[in-house]
């Protein structure tokens, strides 16, 4: 089948590609833009680990085709953060051990971060219902609901406001 | 894990959509998170597909006077959070907390949802239960198929291989009406083991207009006439609802799985339409 030009803004930057219409989105991320930071786990919507924003909302990567991200903006997990220092997100899942070995992480940055974006102080329900649809085998949530309550506190405090929008 | 290689089209206006149908392996692509699963594991090879996501003016939750019309294009997300849903039918909203996961419900639509009619799916139920009118459009006109008819089977629907869903209009219900929903699931967002909705008025004390249906439980979401015929003219008594639902757990069809076994099934309808009813009757004015 024929490709598709497209043309988007991916972490702020423009990207223009030809695209076969059967390529998903967390494949053309991860191996025409090599962005490998997105995961992808099941790659059938279950497990959240290729969560991405487009738009501003976080959606399964594996979920949407390439073709369909013409003139969106997309958010990845190397678009948070900036000249190699941590966001705000992130470093409450360091600080407060959010992860083990990692696999779900950035899953799990875009759903708080969606969710930090609507909700700047939200309740210990919020939080796990915001991230009710990312899997993660290692740490039993805990931490990571420790860690998005703790970014929650840090972003309202003003440390790096700025960044979020970014990402 | 990847979709078969299909042909894309992404029309500007609903006509040029409508036309792109006329092929019988075409599929429609709106939030695409049940047909891009089932494209992924080669389930569905559709050889073109319809992408309607920038067709304009269909995104809407709209207050039409006396009913709430819903666009092809609104996706679980916006219908959640909507005033109009919040107002008039808030047990759209009691089974919205268990569908699916916000970044699922950001891109996946009502009427998509509706279309796929997955036999554990609650909104089929719902819609049921309010009796939603269904406006299915094609390139020859527009016809109008009420809820009740429009759920044939396990993922069957009425609809033609040339149409699409474009609006959901669902009348408010008249005033005083009570509601009760409840759904058992291994997890929220997953699918349902059972799911019961039931509307219902009290009138003099009595039960009328009952409406109540079962998802999870047989080939489609199920409206339960017998059960509605039960109630209506009743004055509401645990024994009547313990009775109605030994009946519906009997009149049900379930099939067992790894999950969860048929007779478990029964239990649960058995289980939760006496609280779903108690529920409506205490919800109702």
Redesign the interface.
Known sequence: ?DK?AINLTVNGRNRQALV???M?LS?FIRHELELPGTHVGC???VC?SC?VLVDG????S????A??TDGARIGTIEGMGADGSLHPIQEAFWEEHGLQCGFCTPGMLV?AT?LLAEKPDPSEEEIR??I???LCRCTGYEFIIKAIRSAAQKLREGNGAAQTESA | ????????E?PQQLDAALALLNDANSRI?AG??SL??MM??RLATPSR?V?I?KLPDLDYVRDAGDAVEIGALARH?QVYASNEVAQHFPIMKAAYEWI?????R??GTLCGNLCHADPASEMPAIMQVLEAQLTLSSASGARVVVATDFFKGSYETAIAADEMLTMLSISKPAPGTGWGFEEVAM???DYAWCTVAATLQLSSGKIASARVAVSGVDACATRLSDAESSLDGQAPDTELFANVAASAALAVDPADNVAVSADYRRDLVRTLMPRVLQAAVESAG
């Not at chain 1, 909302?57 to 399964?60: E, F, L, P, T």
């Open positions: 089948m598709v076969p219409p059967r998903l494949d790659e059938h919507g959240g969560n909302k976080a959606v399964r594996c979920l949407m085709f073709v369909q759903a969606e219902e915001a009710s649809g990312n | 894990m990847k979709p078969a290689a299909f042909e894309y992404c692509l695409g998170q891009v699963p992924n594991f597909l992408d996501n997300a699916a996961h916000s970044a699922v950001n891109r997890r929220k967002g």
